[in-house]
């Protein structure tokens, strides 16, 4: 274990044991499975992930999709050999099972050939934005999501929606500013959420975390995820060139 891995595992631990965590599962549940933990992120490991945004910024894949989505991301394989914090951040055991308390079933980080895993997004030109969606899983089991923000400097928002299509409940709306260190967890499957159009001279910044119940997926779906990672994330060279040389630097 690396001396990276060591210390942000021991950082989120002692994060966690100063968190009622009682408190944020009931609110996870009352909520239909979303959470949001202002600033919790301690302010250390937040600079050490803001100097690995720096640090991949020339690995940014833009993309766009009319009527739907604008914006740069990097992928796992990039964050892999360039941002080890967040990748220990992403593994951290005490993290993995705070999450797994949250969901109230076992969960774990997704395998390492899906690029989507941990991955960050980039908001840095006017209009970037992405519109309301959910995150479907192409796994067996559920999806889980995690969005941590690191830079804030703009108009935009996440809009979430809960208790989208719950019979006999009204939608209610949030619209969050993600500052640095601010932690939403969800279930993909059940929060209806965008991002609103970026504007002159702002720039936002978010680390995604996906973790699931099943990390099995038919080679269809798998075809299919790859498909949609490659033109409307990461690039064809990312996900389909890469995988198998970022697979084994996980060995």
Not at 3 to 28: G, I, K, N
Not at 62 to 71: D, M, Q, S, V
Not at 91 to 97: G, K, L, M
């Amino acid at each position: 274990m690396s001396d990276t891995t060591t210390s942000v595992a021991e950082t989120v631990a002692r994060a966690l044991a100063t968190l009622d965590v009682e408190r944020v599962r009931r609110e996870y549940g009352a909520q239909n499975e979303f959470v949001c933990l202002e600033r919790w992120l301690p302010a250390p490991l937040v600079e050490r992930m803001l100097a690995e945004v720096e640090r991949v910024r020339p690995a940014i894949n833009r993309n766009f999709i009319p009527r739907h989505k604008k914006g740069g991301s990097v992928s796992f394989y990039a964050l892999l050999e360039q941002a080890p914090t967040m990748v220990a951040l992403y593994r951290a055991p005490a993290f993995v099972e705070f999450l797994a308390g949250l969901a109230g079933r076992p969960l774990q980080p997704c395998p390492p050939d899906d690029p989507h895993s941990c991955a960050l997004y980039f908001y840095t030109e006017p209009g970037d934005h992405i519109g309301f969606h959910f995150d479907t899983s192409y796994y067996r089991g559920a999806r889980y999501t995690v969005l941590l923000g690191l830079v804030e400097r703009s108009s935009s928002r996440l809009v979430c929606q809960l208790f989208k299509n719950v019979p006999g409940r009204r939608p209610v709306e949030l619209r969050l500013a993600t500052h640095p260190g601010t932690l939403v967890v969800f279930n993909g499957d059940k929060l209806w959420h965008a991002v609103t159009p970026l504007g002159e001279a702002e720039e936002r910044v978010s680390l995604t975390l996906e973790y699931v119940t099943d990390p099995t997926m038919s080679p269809v779906k798998r075809l299919v995820s790859n498909l949609k990672d490659a033109f409307a994330y990461f690039g064809v060279r990312q996900v389909f060139l890469r995988s198998r040389e970022s697979t084994r630097v996980t060995q």
